[in-house]
Structures are given as structure tokens and as C-alpha cells.
């Protein structure tokens, strides 16, 4: 027993060490294993977020029935590629960015194959838009809408392939938009532009209007609007006021239009100071405030203030609230809508974006009273004012334009399109420094006028007042 138990003792004590091949096998295992897990994590680390981002924004398609569409073959025949358009913010408080999901978008806008070059595409076969950011990696394009964009919410780096187009949307004005975060987070990050600006990649009119040729009545020089350049909107001047087709008659019931102006209000204190201008109008002729700014007059809601200003207002103040290019809202094409013509004040060419003799631009004169006494002229005068309403028989609003999207779709769709990358996109959007692209009011139109003449006080004291509770809450 003593021996066995002395032979078990050798035997533990006495156990060869491993050799230094075997030492180099543990050793290079053991940093091989290392690397794999630094080099894998970082791949984990992006699926997980990408997993936790598609929790956080809910499907309104659904993944499943968006890949039942994306396996479904073209229905107008042949094999198309399904262009996959993810819209990764919200749109304000919307998901679909107010136009829907999969290919409502592209239907709605009627894309026509015409629309794409002759090429074998059809209205909305090949482009659909989900909220679904588990298609990240297969989407065509990422669209961020910039008033929502969120540095601590954006697509894991990994996972965007070069094909890929991050596009920068936005309807607001460059002085409405946060310049610093872009400045700071978003260099070479997007690839296109989705603006209401002439300049962009697509460009997009949807919220606010344009005006469109008649299909069936317009002559074959109509061209619809915005034009591209202040002379092609010379000839088209030309073209309108000379046109001697009466297809659609110019009739408007002018007997109870007997007021002269009104303004719908918001947003009471702006960057272009159009209050000024409203103020110093209102000294020389009458205008009616409706809305919360100014003792504005209540108006209980769209459809009645429409109505309204259709029956009994020979103009509307379609005054924007910002002076930048190509910056032409809502406000425009509401007055046009409604049988009224629309007195503009803002950044854009509107030769570029109006037929010739449909408004009048109040930076056209020097002062605001000028500017009151062609309004008057206008009031007395059916016939002079009636001849701001021939652009009609060639021309309809359209309040909600969709075509940008069909330039989107063409765009992706199209294998010669280029890449490209904005290295600065605050400094397009705006300029170098902050908001150069805009520029101040005149103010030969936004100073004060002095009168000695009766006014309208209650107008000029209100405003004055909530200037000064503006200042107020400022100060405190």
C-alpha cells in the first residue's frame, strides 16, 4: 500500500512541462481568439443598435407585407429592380412624410415611363418608401428630414453600402434651421438634396404649390412653373400677355369684393419683419388681421377664412416670414386659389415662379405708401384688376405638387446617376456664415412710417404692446 501510494505521489510530482511548441499553439490561440471577438464586436455592436432602432420607429407598412410587394414581379411585366426609399426620421409628427408608404407615394404623383426617360418603368412599379429600418441595409436611399435629425439617432457606419443616398430634406427656410448641428455633425454625410430650392438634387413642392399648364387647353409654348432661368420667364411673360386664347373666359363676380386686404397670421414676430410692412400698409389703406398676432380678428376655420377671402377681398398678403431664394410658401398659392391676387414679399424671383401680371411684388416700390396707392388704383379699376386673372386660361394651381418624388425615384433608378457628396451642407443650405444666403427686409418698406394723418392706432399700439411683452419675457 505504501508502495503504491509513493508510486502515485512520482507519478504527480514528476509530470512532464509543455512543450514551447505546445506554449506557442496556447498563446497564438488565445490572441487569435482575441482579435476575432475585437473584430466581430464592433459588427454586434451595429446589429444590436440597428435592432434597437427598428423597435423604437414601429413599421406603418410592415416588414412582412413590404417584402411580399418587394418578392412580387413587375405586374406591368418584365423583371424590374425594386427601389427601396426609407424615410429614417419622421416628418414633423409624421411617419410617411405626409405623401404615404410603399409605392402610394410614386401613384399618387402619376410617374409615367415618360417621366424616366423612355425607360420600361411605370407609375410606381420600381420605387417603394417604408419606415421599416430593419431595410436599412438593402434601401437605395435614407431620407432625414432636417428639423427632425438627431445626432444620437442615426444609421450604425457599418452598415451603409456606397451605393447608398443619404438625403437631406427639408422645407423650412435656412433661417428656420438648426446650422450649427449640421455643421457639427453632418460634413460629408449626405449624398442629395430634397428642397423647395431650385439648386437641388430633387426638387420638391409638395406642402406649398406651383402653377401648371392646362393639359388640355395650353398651347404648346406653355411651360409650367418654377421656370429655370429669369429669361425663359421673359418669353413666357411675353407669351401670357400676349395670348389672345379665351378658352377659359376670365369671370369673377366682383360686387361684393369690396374689401382691399387681408393677412392670416401665425407666427407674429420674423426674421423679414412683414409685420412692419402690414403695419406701414395699414396707415395708407385697410387691412384685416385674422389670427392670434396683431388683435387679428378670429376665423374659426380653413374652409370659412377661404371662403371669405374669395368673396370679399381683392388681396391677400402672401408675406413670407424669411427672405431667402426660391423661398415661395402656401401663402402664395392660397391667394391664387382663391380668387384673389396675391401682394408678395419674399427672397424668390417670382418671375420664375408666377405668370407675368398675376401679383403684384411689393419690393417693386420704393415705399409702402406707393405701394398702398397701387392698391388703391387697383380697387377702383374692375378692368385693370380682372387683367390679373388672364394667366387662368392657361394656368391651374396646383396646391400639392408630388413630382418630386418621381425625380426621385429616376434619380436612383438610373445606373448613370453619379455619387456624390455634400462636403458642407450647412454652408449650401446657407452660406459660410449663418444664413448669407438670406438677406435683411428693404428698409425703405419695414421702417416706420411717420403720419400726421389719422390711423389705425389700435393696430399700431397692439403692436407695439406685444413688441414690448416680446422684449419683456426676453429680458427676463
Known sequence: MLKQHHSRK??????PLPSRTLVRWLATSFIGGAVIVLYLLPAYRDQHRLQHHRRQVPSIDGISSLTQVLLLPDPYGGQQQQIIILYWTKYFDLNDFDVG??????LRARCSSAAFDGQQMRAGCCCLTTTDRGLLN???AVIFHAR????????????????????FFN?????????????LYFNN???RTMTYRRDSDIVS?????????????SSSHCLDFPLSSPSIAARNGSYVQDASDSAVPVRMDLTRKKRTAAWFVSNCLTDSRRESLVHNLSLFIPVDIYGDCHGGRPCRNRPECDRMLSRYYRFYLSFENSLCPDYVTEKLYRALEHDTVPVVFGGADYSLYLPAGSYVDARDFDSP?????????LMVDDQLYLSHFTWRRHYVVDPAPLDGWCQLCRLLSDPNTRPKTYPDIAAWWAGRSSNQSCFPPPVSLVSLVPTDEPTRDSYSADYVRKLVNKLREIVV
Open 369 to 377: 405708401q406707393s405701394l398702398a396707392e397701387h392698391l388703391k388704383k
Open 171 to 183: 422645407y423650412e427656410s435656412p433661417v428656420h434651421t438648426d446650422l450649427a448641428k449640421l455643421r
Open 138 to 140: 438593402r434601401s437605395h
Open 148 to 167: 427632425d435629425l438627431d445626432p444620437d439617432d442615426l444609421p450604425p457606419p457599418g452598415w451603409r453600402h456606397p451605393r447608398q443616398n443619404f438625403i
Open 205 to 217: 413642392l409638395h406642402p406649398y404649390g406651383r402653377i401648371q399648364c392646362r393639359s388640355a387647353t
Open 189 to 191: 454625410y449626405f449624398n
Open 10 to 15: 512520482n507519478t504527480f510530482c514528476c509530470c
Open 101 to 106: 408608404t410603399g409605392r402610394t407615394p410614386f
